[in-house]
Every structure is written in C-alpha cells, then in structure tokens.
C-alpha cells in the first residue's frame, strides 16, 4: 500500500488495541501501543531510501529483505529497544504484540497489491503479488479516515475499528471474486494462455491485463465483467546475441529483468550506437508503455548510459539517458 494508507492503517490498529484490556487500563501502554502501531505500519518501507541512491537499487530490493520473515520478527523486537524506555511503565508483552501486529499487517496486505513482495525469504526469493487491491485505494483509505474522524468525535475506538476491519474483510473477497471473474473472461477469449497477469487500478471495476500464449503477448483492460484486448504482440525470444548480453550487464537493465515477468524488447542500430528497449507490458496507460529499462551502447558495446523506471514521453527518456535523439 501507499504511505499514507500504512499511517491510517496504523492509527487504526492504535485505536483496535483499545480492546485489549492491559492497553485500555494503562496511558502508558495505550500511548506507547499508537506510537509502536503507526512506526510499526511504516517501517517495512524504510527500504524507499533506497530511491535516493537510483532506480536499480530500489527496484532490485524494494518490499524485498525489509519484508522478508525475519524482518517482520526483527522489526518489532527494534521498535521495542527505542519506544519502550520512554514508557518504562507500560507492559511490554502486549506492547510487543501490538507492534508485531502493525508490521505483520504492512506486510501483510502489500501482499494484495500488483507490486507484490518477497515475503518468502529467506526460503523464496518469489514476489508474492495477488494483484487484488491498487496500491492506492481510495475506499480503503477513506473507511480508515472515516473511522479516525469518528473516534475524534467520541467514538469507543476499538468498537469503531472492529466494525471498520470487518467491512474491509468483506471488500477484499469481493474484489477477489471480481479479479476472479476477469480470469474467467480472459481464459475465454485466449483459452490457450500460458500466463495471465490481472492488477487492479484505483477504479473499482477497472483492471489492467497482461497474458501470453506461444506466439504473442497480449494486453488488455477489464471493465467490470467485459474484456477488451488493446495490444497484442508477436512473442520473440530474447536473442542472445553480442548487443543483448552487453546489455543485460547494466544494473539498470539487470533490475528490470529481476522484477518484470512480461515485457517486449527492441534493439535500435544507430550511426555510433546501439539502443536496447525492454518494455513492461504490464502498466499501459493512454496507449503508452511508461515503465522501461533502456541501454546504449557504443560500437565496442561499452555502456554509454542507461536508465530503467517510469517516463511518460520519449523527451523525457532522452532527458534521463542525457544523449540527444538521433
């Protein structure tokens, strides 16, 4: 999920701990229970930093070891070391579970987006992404909200967000039945896919798709129960050829392919340079493909420059290759 849904979602899950009964008879451990729930719903993304540095980097590790199994066991355990000797008072136990709670649950629902995580690890290094929920969604964000206000209004916060939990129980197995639904119509329309790839948007009943069979790529859009295929695409192998492999040694490149499990790829011949194109065919908006992983590279197939991310606009592209077009 996005940073601010982790925050209200923290704050809620602050609120739900209100019916523990150690946490409502103590200030001490209430306080510090909100303060480990919303630093405990944020701390999984510290690896966002990480963007500082380039795109690489944060594509290769994002949602990787910071949510990986021994991370949702240690995170607690280093909240705990800097929260609790401010409330030396409160009760460590349920102070503990709590903040485990708000870590397993950031974990936890990241798991419903497109963007997936690698959960798994150490044991897999798969991304494990249920493509049910957008990254932003603006219902869940908003009940979160709707709640937060009503407890300011006086509300009894744990009534308030147990209710709140238990709708939102209900909205996840409803989008899954309409993800389910998608999948049933996309097996109709290419009932010989070898691989479907469905990812929600922000509007409830619109889904972006990606599928192949043995020939082509195919990208599509759900709207509600109707399929429509924008894009179709021949389906060629990635030649190993002197250009490809140079290629595939930039760290831009090498990122993309670790994370992208559809795309298309093209090679452009210039006067005194090569240009290598994978595209992401998972995330076409307004007829463009914006996330791309781009090499150049000079007749000697030393890299001139790179770059993989989002661009919406080919001046931009050549903006962050800095290289003028040919």
Known sequence: MDTGTHVVMGIALGGLATLD?????????????????????????????????????????????????????????????????FFPNANLVHLWAWTFAAVFIHVFVDIFNAYGTQALRPFSSKWVALGVINTFDPFLFGIHVLGIIIWVLGANPGVTFL??????????????????????EVRTIIPDATEIIIAPTMRYHQ?????????????????KDKVEILDRFIRVP???????????????????????????????????????????LRYRSNGHYPFVAVVQLDRDLKRIS????????????????????S
């Open 238 to 280: 990635v030649p190993n050829t002197p250009v490809i492999e140079a290629a595939k040694k930039d760290k831009n490149l090498s990122a993309f392919l670790s994370f992208s499990p559809v795309y298309r790829w093209e090679v452009d011949e210039y006067n005194d340079y090569y240009e290598v194109r994978f595209i992401d």
């Open 163 to 184: 209710l709140m939990y238990a709708v939102i129980i209900a909205y996840y197995l409803k989008r899954y039945q309409a993800k389910k639904r998608v999948l049933i």
């Open 21 to 85: 009964p150690s946490v409502a008879s103590s200030h001490a451990t209430a306080a510090s229970v909100l303060i480990a729930t919303i630093a405990g719903s944020q701390i999984p993304d510290i690896d966002t930093v990480l963007k500082l540095r380039n795109n690489a980097i944060y594509i290769r590790n994002h949602r990787g070891v910071t949510h990986s199994i021994p991370a949702v066991i240690l995170w607690p355990i280093i909240l705990l070391a800097v929260i609790y000797p």
């Open 306 to 325: 790179s770059y993989t991310g989002w661009v919406f606009s080919e001046k931009k592209l050549r903006k962050k290759l800095s290289i003028i077009p």
């Open 207 to 223: 889904w972006r798709i990606a599928a192949m069979n043995q020939e082509h790529f195919f990208v599509g859009k759900g709207i």
